[in-house]
Structure formats: C-alpha cells, structure tokens
C-alpha cells in the first residue's frame, strides 16, 4: 500500500464508550451540573468515541440520531460502531437484525459521522473454513460500511489473511491485549482505507481469570515507553491508511481517558485540552495540558 504524508488531523483518538460510572469525579465533573450530556461534554477533548453498546443492543435510530444532534458542534468528530454480538458472538442474528443494524447506523453513516463498524469475534474464533465462510458472509451483509475486523486468536496472524481482508475491502484492526497462550501480538496492519489500534491494556493475571470483572480486566495505565512504541505503531497505520482510528479499551478510573489524551497529545506534537476533572485526578497531565486547562 502506498506510503502517505504525515498528517496528525487524520488520525482520530478516543475512548471505547462513555457510559461509565467510575467516571464521575474522574473524567466527567461530581456533582454534575444540569443538563449535564458525558458525548457533548467528551466531544470537546476527543474526535472519536467507539460506540460500545451496540455490541450488546441494537438501538434504534431515534437514540443514534441524538448522538449524532449532541456532537453536532464538532465537525471532525467520528463514531466508530461495534457490530451486535448475535453476528460475532452469538450466533443468533436473522435478517430483521441486519435490517435493525442498517436503521440504527443510518443517522451516522448519511451524514459522514461513521468512521468503522468493528467486528470484534472473541478469542475462541479461531482460522476455520467455516469461520472464513462467516467474514466473507458479514461482508456481504454490511458492505456498505467501512469494516474493521478484530480477532484475538494467533491463529489468524498469516498473510494469507491479511490478503483476504483486503480482496473483501475489509480493515484490520491492530490490538494491545495481554499476552496469554495464543493471543495474537501487537501488529501494524492496515487492510483496507481504515487503520484501527484498539488498546486493551496488558493485564495478563486477570484477562482470562474465572470470576474477574471488567474492571479488573481493564484496569490498565499505560506507562510513557509504552505509550512512545504506541505512537509509533500509529505513525506506521497512518502512513498507510487515509484515516486512523486509536480507541482505548483500558476504560477503569478513568485511564482510557487519561491514555488517550496522552497520545493524542505525543501524536499532535502539542498541548492538548483535558478535562478539570481528570487533570485533578492526574495531575501528572499538567505538563500535557493546553494552557486555558492548565492555568
């Protein structure tokens, strides 16, 4: 794929998801003020979210409309979508759910707001036949949009694959996870126009620890070596891809938050502007900080 010029506007950072509820006092203000919108209010500090409760829930279009109205002030800022987990995970989908899924993506995709729907398949989708049929299947169904495909099995990490992605026009999405039995490594990847890099964490004790909860899984801060091979990682995706996407999972105490802006500012090459909230809860961001946060 041909190399392109360095552009840091093409590179989108932010957060996997914003509903959660460690985040008051952490990123978002405690008390909150009324009328108080977490998108809006997170549309200020990043140009891209990754909608993740469409994973669990198709919602309706009225709901990604609003999503759409409440972000309407930032013209740059995407939503990245997961796809329903009864097409990955499950098993269950029908072809009321595909149409379901069209509808709820129409208020995002007619106006531009929709950078990727991820297909994000568990780690015991493993490189079958039969689950090769299955992306070939997604492919056809939602060919509409930009796909990125994530997988977390070794087994799929060959070039044939990557050969294959890009015959269905789909993007691969790069992935920091712990490194346990066969999960697939840190790559730099790009299949399609879409570059993806979701960030995970590296929390080998608790990844797949029976009984341990998401927060456990994702309570992760990435050190300052990590974030700088991080970066550069993304350097090489953007290079290749005509967008970017850089969404962090490590979503606990607010760290996805504090990661992002801390690449986002190392990617940017300046100051970046932060929430009071977070800055208070790690002041170490100080020095990353634009100046009308920072004084």
Same mark, same amino acid.
């Given at each position: 794929m041909e190399e392109?010029?360095?552009?840091?506007?093409?590179?989108?950072?932010?957060?996997?998801?914003?509903?959660?509820?460690?985040?008051?006092?952490?990123?978002?203000?405690?008390?909150? *003020?009324?009328?108080? %919108?977490? +998108?809006?209010? @997170?549309?200020?500090? /990043?140009?891209? !979210?990754?909608?993740?409760?469409?994973? #669990?829930?198709?919602?309706?279009?009225?709901?990604t409309q609003r999503w759409v109205d409440r972000v309407a002030d930032h013209p740059a800022f995407r939503f990245t979508a997961k796809l329903w987990q009864g097409f990955t995970h499950e098993g269950t989908a029908?072809?009321?759910?595909?149409?379901?899924?069209?509808?709820?993506?129409?208020?995002?995709?007619?106006?531009?707001?929709?950078?990727?729907?991820?297909?994000?398949?568990?780690y015991r989708?493993?490189?079958?036949?039969?689950?090769?049929?299955?992306l070939r299947r997604l492919a056809d169904t939602f060919r509409e949009y930009p796909?990125?495909?994530?997988?977390?099995?070794?087994?799929?990490?060959? *070039?044939?694959?990557? %050969?294959? +992605?890009?015959? @269905?026009?789909?993007? /691969?999405?790069? !992935?920091?996870?712990?490194?346990?039995? #066969?999960?697939?490594?840190?790559?730099?990847?790009?299949?399609?126009?879409?570059?993806y890099l979701r960030l995970h964490g590296r929390n080998v004790a608790t990844w797949f620890a029976e009984g341990a909860d998401a927060a456990a899984r994702y309570d992760y801060r990435y050190p300052a070596e990590e974030l700088e091979m991080l970066v550069d990682v993304v350097e090489v995706l953007s290079r290749q891809a005509r967008e970017t996407y850089l969404i962090t999972n490590n979503h606990f105490r607010g760290q996805a938050a504090l990661n992002a802006l801390e690449l986002r500012h190392r990617l940017r090459r300046a100051p970046v502007p932060v929430p009071p909230p977070l800055l208070t809860a790690y002041p170490e961001l100080r020095p990353v900080a634009a100046p009308e946060v920072n004084g």
């Open positions: 392109v010029r360095r552009d840091p506007e093409r590179i989108r950072v932010g957060p996997a998801g914003w509903s959660y509820k460690d985040w008051a006092g952490q990123v978002y203000p405690k008390p909150q *003020p009324r009328g108080f %919108d977490p +998108l809006t209010y @997170l549309a200020q500090y /990043f140009d891209a !979210i990754e909608i993740n409760s469409s994973f #669990y829930r198709i919602p309706d279009s009225k709901t029908r072809p009321e759910d595909e149409a379901a899924f069209r509808q709820a993506m129409a208020p995002l995709h007619d106006v531009g707001r929709l950078g990727a729907v991820l297909l994000q398949f568990p989708f493993h490189h079958t036949p039969e689950n090769w049929a299955h796909l990125v495909l994530e997988i977390r099995h070794r087994s799929w990490d060959r *070039p044939q694959v990557y %050969d294959f +992605l890009r015959e @269905l026009g789909i993007g /691969f999405c790069n !992935i920091d996870q712990p490194q346990v039995s #066969y999960s697939i490594g840190l790559t730099a990847h790009v299949t399609s126009p879409v570059g």
